[in-house]
C-alpha cells in the first residue's frame, strides 16, 4: 500500500498501479502526475463520495477499484475515460447508475452491494461486457437491454428484488456462470426445495468446539481455516475446515443462500460435503464447516485475473496428462449432473473451485453462487443447465490447453474437443445435459482409459 507522503513527494513517478486507502475524502491531485504510466487504481476504503471532473486525463487508467467509499452515484466521468474496462464500485451507497457513467471499453462492473434499485438502458453499448455483478441492490428488474450484451459471460444477480427471471438471459450465448438466488421469484423454488428446518434441522457446530489452525485458502466470500472440533471433550477432535464469511452480503449473495444450497447438495463423491452449520461465534459471523480435503488436494488453478477476466489463471508450466483431463472432467460433470438432479444449479464451475491431485481425484466445492432451479418448470430448469454446460466447456477448454501433448492419443483429445465445441456451441439449446456428458465422458474413459474407476 502506497502512502499519501511518496505521492506528495514525486516518489511514484512512472508507476502503473496505485493503492491508496487512508480515510480520504478528496481525491489527490498529484494522482495526475502520473497520468502517462497509471493504468490500475485502487481508492477502496477511503471517503470518497466524489471523482475530479478531469478524471480522464489519467488516459492510460483501465482499473478502477472504489469500493468502501461514500459514493451515492456512479460518476458520469467515468463514461468519458476511453480506456476503462474495469470499475469496481462494491459496498457504497449507490442508488444511481447513470447512463454517461459506462465507459465505452467497459469489460467488468462490480456493482456488489449497494443500493441500486434499476440500470440504464445504456448498458446496451458495452458491447465489451463479460462479467457484471449486481448482488445485493434493490433491482427489480433488469433492462432489456442487456440480452444485447452478447459477449457477457458471469452474471450475479443475487440478493436483489427481481420479480422474474428474465427469459433473455437464457438465451446469452456465452453466460456460463450465473448466480440469482434471494430473489422475490426464486425463493418460490427454495422454499419448494427446502425440508423445513423445524422438521429436519441441520447439524450445528458450536464456536467454542473450535479451535482455528491455519489459513486453509480464501475466496471472494469466505476465509477457510483448518481446525479442530470436539463437540465431545470425551472424544478426540475431528479435523475440519470452517469457512468464515466475510460480509452479509458477499459478491455471490447471501451467506443463507449459501447455507442453504450446501444442506441441499446431499453427498456425492465428486462434492465437498457439509458437515453443519456454525453458530455462536462471538460477532455473529456466518461460517461453515465441512472435512478437510487432504494436503495431496490442491486447488487446480487461481481465480480470473484483471487481465483474463473470466478465465482462471493456471500456474506457469502447468501439464495434464489426458487421464487427468478425464479425470478432472468427469468428477466436475457428475458433481454438477448430481446438484442438478438435487435442484441446484452450482453458478461457479471453474477450476478455481476443484480441489484436484495429480492423477486427477477431483472434488467441487464452493456453493456460494448457487441456485435453486425450478424444477417445476422443465424447459427453464433445462435451459440453467445448459447454461452451466458453457462453464464445462470453459473447463474443458483449459484442461485440453494445458494437455501434454501425445500423440497416440490424438483420437482421444479430438473426441474430448468435439465434446468440448458442444458444451461451448453459442446455441444454447444446442448444448448437452450433464446426464449427456457424463455418459459421453465416461465411453470416452472406458474406450480410452480401460481400467479407471468410474465415479458413481
Ligand atoms: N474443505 C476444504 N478443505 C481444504 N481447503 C479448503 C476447503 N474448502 C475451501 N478450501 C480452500 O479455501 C479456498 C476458498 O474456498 P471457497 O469455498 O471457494 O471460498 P469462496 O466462496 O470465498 O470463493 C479454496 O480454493 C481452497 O483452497
Ligand atoms: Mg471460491
Known amino acids: 500500500m502506497t502512502t499519501l507522503t511518496q505521492l506528495r513527494t514525486g516518489q511514484l513517478q512512472g508507476t502503473q498501479r496505485l493503492d491508496i486507502s487512508c480515510n480520504l475524502t478528496e481525491f489527490p491531485r498529484e494522482?495526475?502526475?502520473?497520468?502517462d504510466s497509471l493504468h490500475t487504481?485502487?481508492?477502496?476504503?477511503?471517503?470518497?463520495?466524489?471523482?475530479?471532473?478531469?478524471?480522464?486525463?489519467?488516459?492510460?487508467?483501465?482499473?478502477?477499484?472504489?469500493?468502501?467509499?461514500q459514493f451515492t452515484e456512479l460518476p458520469a466521468v467515468l463514461g468519458q475515460c476511453p480506456q476503462l474496462q474495469m470499475v469496481g464500485f462494491?459496498?457504497?451507497?449507490i442508488s444511481h447508475v447513470p447512463a454517461a457513467?459506462?465507459?465505452?471499453?467497459?469489460?467488468?462492473?462490480?456493482?456488489?452491494?449497494?443500493?441500486?434499485?434499476?440500470?440504464?438502458?445504456?448498458?446496451?453499448?458495452?458491447?465489451?461486457?463479460?462479467?457484471?455483478?449486481?448482488?445485493?441492490?434493490?433491482?427489480?428488474?433488469?433492462?432489456?437491454?442487456?440480452?444485447?450484451?452478447?459477449?457477457?459471460?458471469?452474471?450475479?444477480?443475487?440478493?436483489?428484488?427481481?420479480t422474474a427471471l428474465p427469459p433473455w438471459l437464457l438465451n446469452l450465448p456465452r453466460l456460463a456462470w450465473l448466480a440469482y438466488g434471494g430473489n422475490p421469484f426464486s425463493e418460490a423454488f427454495e422454499t419448494a426445495h427446502q425440508p423445513s428446518e423445524s422438521s429436519n434441522?441441520?447439524?450445528?457446530?458450536?464456536?467454542?468446539?473450535?479451535?482455528?489452525?491455519?489459513?486453509?485458502g480464501e475466496g471472494a466470500s469466505g476465509v477457510i481455516h483448518q481446525a479442530l472440533w470436539q463437540p465431545n471433550p470425551a472424544t478426540p477432535p475431528a479435523q475440519v475446515a470452517v469457512k468464515l464469511f466475510k460480509g452479509a452480503v458477499t459478491s455471490d449473495g447471501w451467506p443463507l443462500s449459501e447455507r442453504a444450497a450446501c444442506l441441499r447438495a446431499g453427498a456425492h463423491p465428486g462434492l465437498i460435503p457439509t458437515t453443519g452449520v456454525l453458530v455462536g461465534h462471538p460477532s455473529g459471523t456466518a461460517g461453515l464447516v465441512m472435512p478437510c480435503t487432504p494436503p495431496r488436494f490442491t486447488t487446480l488453478a487461481g481465480?480470473?485475473?484483471?487481465?483474463?477476466?473470466?478465465?482462471?489463471?493456471?500456474?506457469?508450466?502447468?501439464?495434464?496428462?489426458?487421464?487427468?483431463?478425464?479425470?478432472?472432467?468427469?468428477?466436475a460433470a457428475s458433481a454438477a449432473q448430481h446438484l442438478h438432479a438435487q435442484g441446484l444449479l452450482h453458478g461457479d464451475l471453474y477450476a478455481h473451485n476443484?480441489?484436484?491431485?495429480?492423477?486427477?481425484d477431483c472434488v467441487l466445492g464452493d456453493m456460494g453462487a448457487a441456485s435453486f432451479l425450478p424444477m417445476h418448470d422443465l424447459a427453464t430448469s433445462q435451459a440453467l443447465q445448459r447454461l452451466e454446460a458453457r462453464a464445462l466447456g470453459c473447463l474443458l477448454e483449459e484442461l485440453l490447453a494445458h494437455g501434454e501433448a501425445c500423440v497416440d492419443d490424438s483420437d482421444a483429445r479430438s473426441a474430448l474437443r468435439h465434446l468440448c465445441v458442444q458444451c461451448l456451441h453459442s446455441d444454447v439449446a444446442a448444448?448437452?445435459?450433464?446426464?449427456?456428458?457424463?455418459a459421453q465422458l465416461q465411453a470416452l474413459k472406458s474406450r480410452f482409459l480401460p481400467g479407471f474407476k468410474v465415479l458413481k
Not at 492510460?60 to 467509499?69: A, D, G, I, T
Not at 480441489?355 to 486427477?360: D, E, R, S, V
Not at 448444448?431 to 457424463?438: A, D, K, W, Y
Request: aromatic fraction near 4%.
Open 31 to 35: 494522482i495526475f502526475d502520473l497520468a
Open 101 to 162: 457513467a459506462l465507459p465505452p471499453q467497459l469489460r467488468w462492473l462490480i456493482l456488489t452491494d449497494n443500493h441500486i434499485a434499476t440500470l440504464p438502458d445504456a448498458l446496451v453499448h458495452c458491447t465489451q461486457l463479460q462479467k457484471l455483478m449486481l448482488a445485493g441492490n434493490r433491482l427489480t428488474q433488469l433492462p432489456g437491454t442487456l440480452a444485447a450484451c452478447h459477449r457477457l459471460e458471469l452474471l450475479r444477480i443475487s440478493a436483489n428484488r427481481l
Open 41 to 69: 487504481l485502487n481508492l477502496s476504503g477511503n471517503a470518497l463520495a466524489h471523482l475530479p471532473d478531469d478524471l480522464p486525463r489519467l488516459h492510460q487508467l483501465r482499473v478502477l477499484f472504489c469500493s468502501e467509499n
Open 354 to 360: 476443484l480441489q484436484c491431485t495429480a492423477q486427477g
Open 201 to 216: 434441522p441441520p447439524t450445528t457446530v458450536q464456536w467454542q468446539h473450535l479451535t482455528l489452525q491455519h489459513l486453509l
Open 90 to 93: 462494491k459496498s457504497n451507497r
Open 431 to 438: 448444448r448437452p445435459l450433464f446426464g449427456q456428458v457424463v
Open 303 to 331: 481465480p480470473p485475473s484483471l487481465e483474463s477476466c473470466t478465465r482462471d489463471v493456471y500456474a506457469p508450466h502447468t501439464r495434464f496428462s489426458l487421464a487427468t483431463v478425464m479425470r478432472i472432467a468427469l468428477s
